[in-house]
């Protein structure tokens, strides 16, 4: 079950990425994170109030638990500020590939707390990294083109837009999900992190927001079904994540809900018609193959 989960997560996650897209070059990062996180929380509270588990946890699970909670709760908000903001700025078939690679970095966390890899998973571990580079390469058609405003990473190559962001949300979700399976998910069950992530999110963007004075309004038209489809994927995948956590293998949901830059980039290349130089391409696929490997 733990790789249906897994499937099931890459799924949602992809498919929010790419209705993400749009949603932050309308209403912006902020906005759409603030509303999408606040349907979650207002759908998941009316649940865990009905099943009677918020009170539940709040009075069985320890103190340890909860402050583990937070702090993954933390590291998942400041994450995904980063990953909307390289989807606002970059290409989503670069920068989904990029942020997916945060499995290798789980496996790392893993292999810290007491883990042991097998030779493919290091293997794996160093085909991301290389993926990582060979994706977010893009060669400008001349030297006049480049944008001189980005950092020069080889002779007549630049850095694409958002990958920067990228990798900051590929170190920060690879903390949150090992957080996620070895301290969070045993001492508070399925849904209450998922409705703790979305309550600190709002708790940390609202004011924010309002300190950096930007429009608290909420969305209208139709960017209110893609914050609503946005919220129902994420808080799914998130979901389906947390439950292959508690029926499986933590490293086996890790790597295949990862997949969800595949996801991303199918449907990028189906309806946004993007295209992808062969040097990016060949990153990408190194980046999904070394995805794969961590978890053999």
Known sequence: MDIVFGLLS???????DFIARFS???LGVNRTLLYMQSFGLFVLTLYLLLTGDLVHYTTQASWQIWFWGIVCSITYTLSYLCLYRAFALG???IVAPIASSYA???VLLSVISGERLVPLQWLGIVAVLVGVVLAALQRSETPQEADQSRPATMSGRHLPAGVFWALLAAVGLGVTFWLLGFAVTPGMGVIVPVWLFRLVAVCVIAPMMWFRCESLAPPRGTAVGLVIGIGILDMGGIIFSTFGFAVGSIAIVSVLSSLYSAVSILLAWLFL???LQKIQWSGIALLLTGIALTNL
């Open 24 to 26: 932050t070059r309308t």
């Open 10 to 16: 890459a799924l949602n996650f992809g498919s929010a």
């Open 104 to 106: 290798a970095i789980s």
């Open 91 to 93: 290409q989503l078939a």
């Open 273 to 275: 018609h993007e295209r």
